[in-house]
């Protein structure tokens, strides 16, 4: 035992291996997909400045939780002269993983305020769509580009850093932990500037939803 590589005295729990895996992101990407559907007539029905409310309680949880978790959790983290750098790398994958599967939900509850801001009428550069002339996507229709540079951003960022950037990173950080070489640390760079995009959309979109309120 006592010669024994470290990685092959990990013993990962069913817990862990769900948090690390992408094909349970997409699993909960479909049933946040199906919940935000589901909720969608409750959305016609809360009044404008509740729906309004509501998006800036999201738009401010979720751009608090990614300054708190990218900006001072994952760098605060490493001044630490504790911990061994893999115990460091290995409590990090494990918690981006479980924030970004937190993330679906907040991703397909966006998408679907936003819908319902623009349809209704409730953001600049959108109007009031009539009733003969809805359709599932006449609330998008109504955006111009610079409307749509609103709120996309974020998202399309949230979507490749999902399915193609954390898994990259995932499998880095369990290299390092198996005491494998790696290659330079550039992903870690290029994660670090999508989510300083990601940061600054979910900003802009938030202060268009404040300027709405107020």
Request: aromatic share 10%; hydrophobic share 50%; with cysteine.
């Amino acid at each position: 035992m006592k010669n024994t590589p470290l990685h092959s005295r990990l013993d990962h729990s069913q817990a862990s291996l769900f948090v690390l895996s992408t094909k349970t992101t997409g699993a909960i990407a479909a049933a946040a997909v199906g919940l935000a559907t589901a909720a969608r007539p409750f959305g016609y029905r809360m009044s404008g400045r509740g729906l309004l409310l509501s998006m800036g309680a999201l738009q401010c949880g979720w751009l608090g939780a990614n300054l708190a978790i990218s900006f001072l959790e994952a760098p605060v983290k490493f001044l630490a002269p504790t911990p061994a750098k893999r115990s460091q790398l290995d409590v990090g994958r494990h918690v981006f993983s479980a924030f970004n599967k937190v993330e679906v939900l907040l991703a397909a509850f966006d998408l679907l305020g936003w819908y319902l801001l623009v349809q209704r009428g409730l953001v600049p550069g959108s109007s009031m769509t009539t009733a003969g002339t809805t359709t599932p996507f006449s609330g998008f229709r109504q955006l111009g580009w610079r409307q749509w540079l609103r709120f996309t951003p974020g998202l399309i960022v949230y979507v490749f850093e999902s399915f193609a950037l954390l898994p990259a990173l995932r499998g880095r950080s369990a290299r390092v932990i198996e005491g494998r070489p790696v290659e330079s640390a550039r992903i870690h760079t290029l994660y670090v500037a999508l989510e300083a995009v990601k940061i600054a959309a979910l900003t802009i979109s938030t202060v268009t939803i404040g300027r709405a309120l107020w």
